[in-house]
């Protein structure tokens, strides 16, 4: 999830289409590094296996990310979009478009992006699976995601370049991932998890739905609200503690 652009808190329909394309080529960029490390290269479950893998992902977390910006904020993750959404305060309409537009447009892009896989690569694999029991899964890819989260949005209200930013974002998210990868996939990604589950056909199982959905979902509003309330300024706390006092007086 790397820093997305800021949003200005306006409808841009146009997003819609780029978020179905970029979640199809996201989905796809993660199955063929895996194609290529496992299967080209034959470096399944060794170390270099893993180095390979995560050098490849943080490159094309560049591109991706280079992408998002390109596009005005398109994005291939449903907690970026609506993090943003909520993040930028552009009122319930802006929300409302974004969870039941902007993400099933990037629900749908990635269950194409796996179906092309699946008939260009059979031997593609199926996806991350929960391997643990669901309520820890649950909290694996909560805390996962509220990590995630929390970052990309500080890092959005700062003001360094766009490498510092994504270097940043992708060594973050890598580290996370790997952490809980064991565990849930360490996906942090509803579209994507939603997607290789449609495949495997448990995609409307409650595991799936608690840990893959909303799980991350709380997670995001949870790290929307903690970095705004964080980095609110400092005359805006002292403003809304002056009108509570008055309000109690």
């Known amino acids: ?31 063929l590094v895996k194609l290529a490390v496992y299967n080209v290269l034959g470096l399944g479950g060794r170390p270099e296996g893993e180095a390979a893998k995560v050098s490849l992902s943080v490159v094309y ?23 943003g959404a909520l993040a930028s305060r552009g009122g319930i309409a802006l929300y409302l478009f974004t969870v039941f537009v902007r993400v099933p447009a990037q629900v749908i892009g990635a269950v194409i992006g796996v179906m092309l896989m699946r008939f260009a690569f059979p031997k593609v694999g199926k996806g ?6 669901v309520h820890h899964g649950a909290l694996t890819e909560g805390l996962a995601t509220l990590m995630v989260v929390m970052v990309s949005l500080t890092l959005k209200k700062k003001e360094q370049g766009f490498f510092v930013k994504t270097w940043i974002a992708s060594i973050w998210k890598m580290t996370i991932h790997i952490l809980s990868s064991d565990m849930t996939g360490g996906i942090m990604n509803p579209a994507s998890a939603f997607a290789w589950a449609y495949a495997r ?23 929307v609200w903690v970095v705004t309330f964080l980095t609110k300024p400092k005359k805006t706390k002292e403003q809304e503690a002056d009108k509570n006092k008055n309000k109690k007086e």
């Open 1 to 31: 999830m790397a820093p997305a652009p800021a949003s200005s808190g306006r409808i841009r329909p146009w997003l819609v289409v780029g978020d179905l394309v970029l979640a199809v080529l996201w989905v796809c960029a993660g199955a």
């Open 61 to 83: 977390m560049f591109l991706f990310a280079w992408l998002e910006s390109a596009t005005g904020g398109a994005s291939y993750n449903p907690l970026t979009a609506i993090s």
């Open 128 to 133: 991350a699976a929960l391997s643990v029991g």
């Open 201 to 223: 056909g448990d995609h409307t199982s409650f595991d799936h739905l608690l840990v893959y959905w909303l799980a991350p979902l709380q997670a995001t509003l949870v790290g």
